[in-house]
């Protein structure tokens, strides 16, 4: 089977390329390198032993998203691409709907001009808003609180409406909850650009003295320490998650989350940090940070139950892998 992998040189496609690689199947990246850096495809290589076909092309552009149809054969797309910044997102909102939304209409239009009727795509479990129990089911009511949010609430409304007027797509919506960690080989993994805003790559800034203190937003809580608790979940599982996706025999529209089903707090990260790495992370509480949830983490028992979906990997797992990635590349750099 050929699968196009839009955003395939990212933190998660990258991984997923890896994966699908490693279970035969032949790869076509998409990617335009707004996040993310050409040498990933010589890092697959280097793990794989295999040269993916690469096109570095906007999906906002029609045309060349379709010159790629018309060139190969595909069966199957995995839909990484996009902008995912929470706070850019709602400093540049008409840049996050472009980008977003046009790409993913363009890449739909193109799939069904070619009568490519196979798709995964990459929500994410902020459609969840607030939620009003724990764990989250799938069947939550949903909302959005940012325009990056709203991009995913709008893509799974479209193709929604997409598989209700022509039944024979085949599309699975997969909810990520928060993953890190890294390819094992360390050659793969998660450096953004500038201040990182989520908590791992912060952790591990901090780790590596390129900043001084992680703030930690908000012990007051309703937690078990009173900290922000969420679910991680290892990348690793995450792209195998995908494979699993794709071979699922089930046709139709199906959604899953995908995590773990545990929650872990601020702290209790950063002490799993500490202990698996033997550093110091120098921490400080500051006031909650606007628009966060106490806690969020999934059921997974759907994608368990019907796509044999079992996390393999733990917190000590994720933490050293993601202190791995960044004290290798920093010691190549
Ligand atoms: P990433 O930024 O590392 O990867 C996205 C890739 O898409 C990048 O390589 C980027 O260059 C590419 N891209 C963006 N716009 C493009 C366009 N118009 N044309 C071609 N390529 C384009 O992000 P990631 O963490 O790997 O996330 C992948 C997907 O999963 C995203 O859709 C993201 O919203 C979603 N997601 C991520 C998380 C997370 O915490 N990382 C959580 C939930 C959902
Ligand atoms: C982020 C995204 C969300 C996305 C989710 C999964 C934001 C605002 N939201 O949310 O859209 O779906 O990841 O990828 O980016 N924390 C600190 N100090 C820090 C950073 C974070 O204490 O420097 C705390 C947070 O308050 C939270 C926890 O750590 O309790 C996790 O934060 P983060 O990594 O940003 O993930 P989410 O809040 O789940």
């Known amino acids: ?128 808003g607030n939620p009003k129990s724990l764990p989250i089911y799938e069947d939550f009511s949903l909302s959005a609180t940012n325009p990056y949010g709203n991009t995913k609430l709008i893509i799974e409304n479209i193709l929604t409406d997409l598989y209700k007027s022509d039944n024979s ?55 078990v320490d009173g900290t922000g608790v969420r679910d991680y979940i290892h990348v690793l599982d995450l792209a195998n998650g995908h494979v699993l996706a794709l071979k699922n025999n089930k046709s139709g529209l199906k959604i899953y989350n995908l995590g773990t089903g545990k929650g872990t707090s601020v702290l209790e990260l950063v002490t799993m940090f500490e202990k698996v790495t033997g550093l110091k992370i120098n921490k400080k509480i500051v006031s909650r940070r606007e628009g966060d949830v106490a806690a969020c983490y999934a059921s997974n028992e759907k994608a368990s139950k019907e796509l044999g979906f079992k996390p393999k990997y733990n917190i000590e797992d994720m933490c050293l892998d993601s202190y791995n990635y960044i004290k290798k590349s920093k010691e190549i750099n």
Request: net charge negative; glycine share 8%.
């Open 1 to 128: 089977m050929k699968i196009l992998v839009t955003g395939g040189l990212g933190y998660i496609g990258s991984h997923t390329v890896v994966e699908l690689l490693e279970e035969g199947y032949e790869v076509i990246i998409v990617d335009n390198l707004v996040n993310s850096k050409r040498e990933v495809l010589d890092k697959i290589k280097k793990i794989t032993g295999i040269a993916v076909t690469f096109y570095e092309y906007d999906l906002c552009d029609k045309e060349k998203i379709n010159l790629v149809f018309d060139k190969e054969k595909i069966d199957a797309v995995i839909h990484f691409a996009g902008l995912k910044a929470v706070g850019e997102s709602v400093e540049k909102p008409l840049l996050y709907y472009q980008n977003n939304l046009i790409s993913t209409l363009n890449l739909l239009e193109a799939m069904q001009k070619h009568n490519v009727k196979k798709i995964v795509f990459s929500s994410s479990a902020t459609v969840y």
């Open 169 to 223: 797509f085949d599309i699975t919506i997969l909810r990520y909850f928060n993953p890190i960690g890294s390819h094992k080989s360390g050659l793969l993994g998660e450096d953004p650009n500038g201040i990182p805003n989520n908590l791992m790559p912060y952790i591990v800034r901090v780790a590596t003295h390129e900043l001084d203190v992680l703030n930690i937003y908000g012990s007051d809580y309703d937690t």
